[in-house]
């Protein structure tokens, strides 16, 4: 039997690594992507040779089409194929400013990776997978947006905006590709113990503390992996288009 050909953006810490391991253990080889830390991508890869998967870690910036382009090239001559697609990179806004100060030059920093990025790269892997003649798995593209695609912060809209837009960036593609057999689907993380939420720790001990979600715990970059693990095994084979959270309830309205 073949092996799995999943493509990580961001996976070299937090959230990527947490769904890289969960990959690992389904015994894909997994093509590790990271902007910037080296060191990072090749402790991931170790960690998913132990897991029982493979790899290999390849840089780029997915708001460069230049490099976008390169990462689908360098994946389909090493593997040959594409089987998942896994939108995980973002960034949090350089500042945290108000919307009625906020300037250009964040925004457009954080679009163009959060949101422009997952877009054309996910065009490109889409036609990649059409291509593919030979097919043992269902291709399937999986995006982790947030809590924040519908949760108002307005000290960081930019970065709200852009998570919402990955909302519409999934129901497009899922009606898109329907029709080649290739499934699409949203996860919506809460708050995740990640360097990303490291800054705002007691805010968010507080939070969990009174209640702000039902299941009062941080959630794990493990918890985002299972999920998406679960998708990679096939276990929703007449869903597209899905919207999963992964939020210890938080998107529960309760009296």
Known sequence: MATPISLVTGAGRGIGRG??????RLGHHIVINYAGNSAAADECLEMVRAAGGDGI???????????????VRETVEKYGRIDLLVNN????????ADILEAGEESFDRLIGINLKGPYFLTQLVANQM????????????????????????????D?????????????????????????????????????????VKEKYDKMIAEGAWPIKRWGEPSDIGRAVAAIA????????GEVFNVDGGFHLRTL
């Open 233 to 240: 095994r096939g276990d929703f084979p007449f869903s597209t």
């Open 89 to 96: 990179a973002g960034v949090a806004p350089n500042v945290r």
């Open 19 to 24: 769904i890289a391991l969960e990959l690992a």
């Open 159 to 199: 970065y709200c905006i852009a998570k919402a837009g990955l909302g519409m960036l999934t129901a497009l593609f899922a009606a898109r590709l329907a029709e080649y057999g290739i499934g699409v689907y949203e996860i919506r993380p809460g708050v995740i113990a990640t360097d990303m939420t490291g800054g």
């Open 130 to 157: 059409i291509s593919q003649n030979w097919r043992e798995f269902a291709p399937q593209i999986v995006t982790i947006s947030s809590i924040s695609a519908y949760t108002a912060s307005t000290n960081r809209g």
């Open 57 to 71: 870690t390849v840089q780029a910036d997915v708001s460069s089409s230049d490099d976008r382009h390169r990462l």
